[in-house]
T-cell receptor
Framework: DAKTTQPPSMDCAEGRAANLPCNHSTISGNEYVYWYRQIHSQGPQYIIHGLKNNETNEMASLIITEDRKSSTLILPHATLRDTAVYYCIAFPWNEKLVFGKGTKLTVNP | EAQVTQNPRYLITVTGKKLTVTCSQNMNHEYMSWYRQDPGLGLRQIYYSMNVEVTDKGDVPEGYKVSRKEKRNFPLILESPSPNQTSLYFC????????????FGQGTRLTVV
């Protein structure tokens, strides 16, 4: 599985877009980029995933660079309930989940 | 409402006293798994099951047992708990061909003294 690097923490103002970066420079062609989040000791929650195209769903958008070495998760209008640890992981389709340390996002009022 | 339900949410027990953590899902998912989460070590898979009567070891299976007699239930059994099994445990379920889009339970915080 490709190693991913995320900043340990970020802050965002409520109502603004939260842009969470992830570096996965060693990603291979069959590895997807997945994002999960975990709100204070609750179960992780799947957000979105992508291979090479940008993706959007009701929760977030995922922007993957053309060379696939990095990606950005965008929460368009962050709320206080979006405060969580966000995990970026890269691995082949349908493999078991392995989470790293993630980015702790704090949304401030 | 689609959900994965774990019980109990909190448990304090003594070394050696057998315990079971239950997990139930209402989404007719084939794939179910158990994880433990420890500070600095992230989320690690204990056991998984791809369908009824089909279970297999994950990364840290020692000291745990599971069973999958029904599709909806996947209990985690600690036959003789030890303090190093103090952890936060999560059950997850998903469709078999979408194992990486998992639904997680709310977690069970286990303390073994």
């Amino acid at each position: 599985d490709a190693k991913t690097t995320q900043p340990p923490s970020m802050d965002c103002a409520e109502g603004r877009a939260a842009n969470l970066p992830c570096n996965h420079s060693t990603i291979s062609g069959n590895e997807y980029v997945y994002w999960y989040r975990q709100i204070h000791s609750q179960g992780p929650q799947y957000i979105i995933h992508g291979l090479k195209n940008n993706e959007t769903n009701e929760m977030a958008s995922l922007i993957i660079t053309e060379d696939r070495k990095s990606s950005t998760l965008i929460l368009p209008h962050a709320t206080l309930r979006d405060t969580a640890v966000y995990y970026c992981i890269a691995f082949p389709w349908n493999e078991k989940l392995v989470f790293g340390k993630g980015t702790k996002l704090t949304v401030n009022p | 409402e689609a959900q994965v339900t774990q019980n109990p949410r909190y448990l304090i027990t003594v070394t050696g006293k057998k315990l079971t953590v239950t997990c139930s899902q209402n989404m007719n998912h084939e794939y179910m798994s158990w994880y433990r989460q420890d500070p600095g070590l992230g989320l690690r898979q204990i056991y998984y099951s791809m369908n009824v009567e089909v279970t297999d070891k994950g990364d840290v299976p020692e000291g745990y047992k599971v069973s999958r007699k029904e599709k909806r239930n996947f209990p985690l059994i600690l036959e003789s708990p030890s303090p190093n099994q103090t952890s936060l445990y999560f059950c997850a379920s998903s469709l078999l061909d979408r194992a990486t889009e998992a639904f997680f339970g709310q977690g069970t915080r286990l303390t073994v003294v």
